[in-house]
């Protein structure tokens, strides 16, 4: 579910784009306002998700609204709907989802409208995923939710990154920085190619000059990763 914001002086425009809107059974409480200031003034008080608002408006412009608006809820969705071209360079630069002009196109409206609400469903499922600790990922044509305490290390490899669990290596082609997003708990980072399980190490011994080698519990010697001497130092304290 998803709250909308939509901001037009001109009253007949917001409450026909209301009257479109609200016909999307995911969007749970449309707020109205006529000019800049008092769109900005919903934002503080009301969790938006999506705001449509107009550009050449009295008291404060859509532009600098939005700009407030965005600073106030960091994944605040705009879309400008308004009768002039001109402002699309200045839209884009703060970051617009989208620029509609008028006559306003409603099938555009409408999958503005779906666009964010799968945003924002997919959101809240990553969420739960992290909140039980698990981690979906995608190998080959088929998706696998991992267990995060059964992974040892995720480690680059080329174009793929290998997951290694306690049992099996998956490859995946999502980037290692994308994974480390997901991940919860005692992952560490222990090299550019290397995210590893600090609970499932056993021990770790010299590997040249620069770097050492972690073994992890359980688990055959020949599945390892590498810990560099800068983080061996931070694990360190």
């Keep these: ?21 609200e016909e ?49 809820k960091e994944n605040l969705k705009v879309v400008f709907v308004t009768a002039f071209q001109d402002y699309a360079f200045d839209s884009y630069e703060i970051r617009a989802y989208d620029y509609i002009l008028k006559p306003i196109d409603f099938t555009r409206v409408k999958e503005n409208v779906e666009n964010i609400i799968e945003e924002s469903n997919g959101d809240k499922f990553e969420e739960s995923l992290k909140e039980n600790d698990i981690l979906m990922i995608k190998d080959k044509q ?7 305490a059964e992974i040892n290390y995720i480690e680059k490899d080329n174009k793929e990154v290998l997951i290694h ?9 999502s980037g290692l920085n994308d994974i480390e997003k997901r991940l919860t708990g005692n992952f560490f980072r222990t090299h550019k190619s290397y995210i590893v399980n600090l609970k499932n190490i056993q021990e770790i011994e010299p590997y040249g000059d620069t770097s050492y080698i972690i073994y992890f519990k359980n688990t055959d010697e020949s599945k390892n990763a590498l810990i560099t001497k800068d983080k061996i130092h931070l694990l360190k304290g």
């Design 24 to 72: 999307h059974p995911q969007v749970n409480e449309i707020f109205l306002a006529y000019d800049g200031q008092q769109a900005v003034d919903i934002v503080k008080k009301e969790d938006i998700n999506l705001a449509f608002m107009d550009i050449d408006m009295p008291k404060l412009d859509g532009l600098e609204a939005a700009k407030i608006m965005m600073g106030l």
């Design 165 to 173: 669990t306690f049992e099996k290596t998956h490859k995946t082609r």
């Design 142 to 148: 088929k998706y696998y939710m991992i267990n995060m």
């Design 1 to 21: 579910m998803i709250n909308v914001l939509i901001c037009d002086d001109d009253i007949y425009t917001a409450k026909v784009l209301k009257k479109v809107i």
